[in-house]
């Protein structure tokens, strides 16, 4: 499994403090069946002042540690996105990095606020679409606004948004609301990856597959490897050549 979603560099946002901490989460992940990590910490300014180049200074030593530990788990990097006007500052200086390509775009991780969908999110992701850029809504099943009126997503979907759902939250972790919008956005068919998010061995862990077992009772076996597997490594594919 790929997991393009998570905060396992070491002590570059509210994810891993450490490197023993990144590599006792990387461990579980490969317990679990992950076998590819694109690392995704925080850029929010003014929060994690992430760049290309922090986030890749942090990759290199995580990297080294797992080769050194023998653990079995590739890893790239991208970044969490936070909505807002710098992004477009960030994406005109090239100080971005991607998760990958899907047909053709590149595919950006955005967070949008966890309290609401911003009044000019259209506009914004109109101004990436044009530059070639498709964002990919990180975990909108655990935004409160989307749970309360999950339709102001539908206008995000006919823009060509992608959507990456958390595993925990399928299986139930993040409470009812999320797991209930979570299971409507596979029913639709509007989820194209699942990911862990993770953030540390406790509340937060690497896993993949408890989530993938819950959405298999909803779209399938063949669909539900496909959100962790195989779209996965169609968008990521170019960070492991």
């Keep these: 499994m790929i997991d393009m ?19 006792a989460l990387a461990r579980m992940a490969v317990q679990d069946g992950i076998t590819h990590l694109v690392c995704t910490p925080h850029i929010h300014p003014g929060r994690y002042d992430n760049t290309s180049v922090s986030i890749q200074r942090a990759r290199a ?25 710098e992004l477009m500052a960030g994406v005109c200086e090239g100080t971005i990095p991607f998760l990958g390509k899907w047909q053709g775009k590149k595919v950006l991780l955005l ?60 299986a139930g972790r993040f409470g009812h609301a999320a797991e209930v919008l979570a299971h409507a956005l596979l029913e639709q068919g509007v989820v194209t990856i699942l990911a862990s998010d993770s953030h540390n061995l406790q509340h937060r862990p690497p896993l993949l597959s408890e989530g993938m077992q819950h ?7 063949r669909k539900a490897e496909s959100l962790v597997l195989h779209t996965p490594w169609e968008i990521a594919q170019s960070h492991f050549a």
């Design 5 to 23: 979603h998570n905060h396992l560099l070491p002590g570059i946002d509210d994810g891993a403090p450490d490197l023993e901490t990144s590599l």
């Design 61 to 85: 030593p995580f990297e080294a540690a797992l080769k050194e530990q023998g653990i079995p788990l590739r890893v790239a990097a991208a970044a969490e996105v936070r909505f807002g006007m």
């Design 111 to 170: 967070e949008f606020p966890h309290g609401e969908i911003p009044f000019c999110a259209e506009r914004l992701i109109s101004w990436l679409l044009q530059r070639n850029i498709l964002p990919m809504i990180a975990h909108p099943e655990r935004n409160k606004e989307l749970m309360r009126t999950p339709s102001r997503l539908k206008p995000l979907l006919e823009l060509g948004c992608l959507l990456q759902v958390t595993a925990a939250s399928v």
């Design 215 to 221: 959405a298999a009772r909803i779209v399938g076996d």
